[in-house]
């Protein structure tokens, strides 16, 4: 019987591959994150193309803030927030989370197509991929698991 993963721990490997993929996608651009404005957005597309948001919809946008400060603080990525608001600008992946995004997690890749983390971060953003999620976020974070 394992144990259960946390509400808040599933948000949060929720928004670090989103924010993440959105960063790998547009790499080298700096983006602008405005959290309720892009999950009306994200919710939005998902129901046009007729797609499940998922099981629970989507984790709380009050963890965006929390995922986005962690992902600054550990050195992920690199912008600021606008005073005030719930607005990040400039975000941007560093050399140390661009250099994560770019490798293969020998973890997955037996289970995968050879494609970097980046990539596979995205498309389980896009697909809203709860179950992947918690492995690529622990082969991103460097976990005994993951990717070297």
Known sequence: ???EVPESVQAFNFWTLWIMGQLWEEFPVPQH???PRDVIAYKANRARDGQEVGPNDLPPVELFGPTMEWLLAEGF???????GAHIYAAISLTTRG???LNQIPHSIAPKTEAKPLGTL???AAVDHAVGLAATLVRSM?????SAG
């Not at 990525?77 to 005073?83: C, E, F, L």
């Open 1 to 3: 019987m394992g144990l």
């Open 33 to 35: 994150f405005d959290p």
């Open 77 to 83: 990525i690199r912008g600021k927030k606008a005073p």
């Open 98 to 100: 661009f250099s994560v």
């Open 121 to 123: 971060m995205r498309e």
């Open 141 to 145: 974070f460097g976990s005994p698991d």
